[in-house]
């Protein structure tokens, strides 16, 4: 019984995808970093960049704004909350905080949402954060380490409860709990600037937003492949493995030469006759009808024809003279 030797056929996939493994492990250990305020959903896919919404010294409130040189911070209305909400997305707030309630000064830099309340005092909700991440398939931006929460009243004590509201040099006092901020980002792309709505509050501790703008929109990122190109590389790699495996299987096994190298050389060349000899056909009747020149490949084989005829009539003729002499 006789065995073929390995033939690149079946070697040349695994070749290929080998190589596309270490292409694929060297091109994730040399990634850079991924730039600040950007995540790629692990599901879909899809590059979001929230870097577009930072209000920083050099940027500009909008062009038709009388104020178009003084910055801005975003805002979102209270409504039926005690204060009204100033904030930056993935940077500090452009407005002066100093006089923040218990913060240190060394963190009253990097504040990213602060309210002042009815009496004049400023609290923050949360200190700056440069990565959005996922919940299931919600962008959440979420800060935190803001003013300390104030510690519950107690129901079961009237009296210390009654001293608490009537003193007012006494201050709250601190659960250790920190002032916290969630602000969810949904996609609109017929936002102009960012719709901030204010949603509610825990405890006067979290608080929660809603952000609708276009930079909360998926766009085509370098880091991630979707479906539709992950199955174009699929394709193209097995069109390669098809065509470069079945030349050299004809070639070396087979010993075929020319075009006949190509796989199946019998089965396209068939198609490809008979994908032209109807295209002809249609040509034909169409200029039969519309008194058009017809096709050069049926005027050539027409000539040819004709003078395959005078050959066969010369050749007759040639024929009957050597008779006669």
Known sequence: MRFWPAS????????ILSLLQLT???????????????VTSAQSGNFFDLGQLTR???????????ESNTVHDWTARGHDYTANFTLNICAPVVSSVVDVESVPTSQKSNISAFYISQEGKQYSIGGV???????GR????????????PTPD???????????KTSKKKKKKESGYRKSTIMSHLCDRDAIRPVISFVGEVNECGYFFEVRSSAACPTVGTQALGPVSVFGIIGLVAALVYLVG??????????????R??????????????????????????????????????RLSARRSSLESENRLIDSLDEDWGDDS
Not at 24 to 38: G, H, L
Not at 56 to 66: D, E, K, L, N
Request: net charge negative; hydrophobic share 30%; proline share 9%.
């Open 8 to 15: 690149p056929l079946y070697t040349l996939p695994f070749f």
């Open 129 to 135: 954060s440069t990565s959005p991440y996922f919940r």
């Open 261 to 298: 190298q190509m796989p199946n050389y019998a089965v396209w060349a068939s198609l490809v006759g008979g994908v032209w000899a109807l295209i002809e056909s249609i040509w034909n009747r169409c200029a039969d009808r519309l008194h058009l020149p017809r096709s050069p490949y049926d």
């Open 154 to 164: 107690d129901a079961d004590d009237d009296e210390e409860r009654e001293k608490e």
């Open 138 to 149: 919600k962008l959440v931006l979420e800060y935190v380490g803001g003013s300390p929460c």
């Open 56 to 66: 920083t010294a050099a940027s500009t409130s909008s062009p038709s704004s009388s």
């Open 24 to 38: 694929t492990a060297d091109t994730s250990s040399n990634t850079p970093p991924q730039k600040p305020c950007t």
């Open 246 to 259: 079945g030349c050299m299987y004809q070639r070396t096994v087979m010993h075929a030469r020319g075009w």
